[in-house]
């Protein structure tokens, strides 16, 4: 693909490429001069195992709207980001079953809603320098065996990292805000590490978290959500600050092991 500038933006349903889901495409290039590769371009490209990026791309989808760029590449296992991207667009990598590892670029600093949902294979990532936002979804699903977070970080979404696997977080003091179901049935999950200036635990966010069996909370947290440890059946004790004022219901729910709090 050659040209210079923003290539032409489609639309899932119903104004896909002329190539989508052919399944005799294994290879793509994208030559220089390409700046921002446009939604939907290879949704569908189901045995397409390599794609070259130039260095001239500074975005993969349109700021603002859902890219799709790379759905469905499902037997895509890696890929090289150029040094220069700026932008990854909502669902960029969703549903590609088969890509491993992912290094994302340090001028990307959030990552978007649903990125790399539904990568059932992805167990590594490396995540940029200068990331402040991770948004809904954009994990879940994942096979992450380990996530290293930046100093920079600012806060996590819905769903974030719903489905992981990793045995063990450790949140940086720069995260304010932690959403719901941020760590759901994350059940390797046995260590979490909470931000110090952290006000709020928010409905749900380690429900089902079956291997969980330490967390400190901080001494700024003011409120627990409902359904916060739902089910993380391996949670012997826990501490609650008395700057929490606010405990919400079934908080505990299903906590068997839960002897001392």
Known sequence: ISGVGEMREYKKGYMLPPWCSRHDIHTVIVEEGITQIGSTAFYGLKNATTFSLPNSLV?????GFASYVFERCENLETITLPDNLMHLGDNAFQECFSLKSIRIPDGITSIESDVFSSCHALE????PANLEHIYYGAFNGAALKEISFPETLKSIGNYAFAHCRFAEVVIPSSVTQIG??????????????????????QPSTFLGCIA??????????????????????????????????SLGSCVFWNCDSLNEL
């Open 59 to 63: 975005s993969i989808g349109r700021d």
């Open 124 to 127: 590594e990532v490396t995540l």
């Open 180 to 201: 719901s179901y941020a760590f759901f049935d994350c059940q390797n999950l046995t260590s979490v590490q909470l931000p110090e200036n952290l006000t709020s635990i």
């Open 212 to 245: 969980l069996k330490s967390i400190d909370l901080p001494d700024t947290l003011s409120s627990i959500g409902d359904y916060a440890f739902q089910f993380c059946s391996s949670l012997e004790n826990l501490t609650i600050p008395p700057s929490v004022t």
